[in-house]
């Protein structure tokens, strides 16, 4: 497998590590300022979990049309990040949004077999977890050229996308959860 230890992070928290047998990168042999990053755990962008559940709730709605207003509300995020999310739902085809009376967001066909991967994937985009060539405010890595720390981390990303292909709306918002989701306050 290979070696594993614990060291502790900027945060102040312990974490555990693994080192591949196949990495040859030791302590002493990095190069002087070069810093490996400390990940704090893999998180969904906050738009791309308002998708979700925007879409999850659109799901098991029935006969209701709730309101952007109503979606930001139960969802507990301002209206115009909710604005954004459903905008972008609808330009995909993933729900509908009518206007005046009798209007509100529903779930079209495609939404509800959506792939929750593919929804993560347009949400999150697919650039590298790590910014190895810097930006306007950080120099590049200086092992960029002879790293393996990047493609590790892109399989990962890939297989943690891939993971989640098969899951469809429709299956997310199924029992136990559809009850649940009925049950979020506020929504008319």
Not at 23 to 52: E, F, H, I, Q, W
Not at 63 to 89: I, Q, S
Not at 99 to 105: A, E, I, K, P, V
Not at 123 to 140: L, M
Request: net charge positive; with cysteine.
């Amino acid at each position: 497998m290979g070696e594993t230890g614990r060291v502790v992070g900027d945060d102040g928290n312990d974490r555990m590590w693994i080192r591949p047998d196949s990495v040859k990168v030791r302590p002493d042999n990095l190069k002087p300022g070069c810093r490996l990053p400390t990940l704090p755990g893999m998180r969904l962008l906050r738009s791309t979990d308002l998708a979700l559940r925007v879409l999850m709730r659109l799901a098991v709605a029935g006969g209701t049309n709730p309101t952007t207003r109503d979606v930001a509300a139960a969802m507990d995020v301002p209206y115009t990040h909710a604005a954004k999310v459903v905008a972008e739902l609808q330009h995909r085809g993933l729900l509908t949004a009518r206007r005046g009376r009798g209007g509100g967001l529903a779930l079209t066909e495609k939404g509800r077999g959506a792939s929750v991967g593919g929804l993560v994937r347009a949400f999150e985009g697919e650039d590298d977890v790590v910014d190895c060539e810097g930006g306007s405010t950080t120099a590049p890595c200086p092992l960029r050229s002879d790293c393996r720390l990047r493609g590790a981390l892109r399989r990962a990303q890939e297989a943690f996308f891939a993971s989640l292909d098969p899951i469809t709306v429709a299956d997310i918002a199924a029992d136990p959860t559809g009850p649940l989701l009925l049950g979020i306050p506020r929504i008319r």
